[in-house]
């Protein structure tokens, strides 16, 4: 098999772990959720191979901005929610 048909079969296993990744996020427990996140990551960059090996610049723009969201995430969800930190206060 060559690089050029492992490229285009790509996007199933990205597809796989986005989805893995979807599941994850709707955690109850903030670890697992950040285990999301960071999967969520991976399936970004695999979408961004494929895309470039397919030239579909939208999707690698899509990809990008959804990892820079998904790394905000990981972050809100390492120092905790401040809006639950104040309800917890009062």
Known sequence: MD???????????AMAV??????????RHAKKRVVGFWTFIL?????IVWGVHDEAWALIALQAG?????????????????????????
């Open 66 to 90: 959804l990892a820079a969201m998904n790394i905000r995430a990981i972050v809100r969800n390492e120092r905790g929610d401040p809006v639950a930190n104040e309800r917890v206060a009062q």
């Open 3 to 13: 690089l050029d048909t492992l490229l285009d079969l790509l996007q199933w296993p």
């Open 18 to 27: 986005t989805l893995v990744a979807a599941f994850l996020v709707g955690a």
């Open 43 to 47: 399936s970004n960059a695999l979408w």
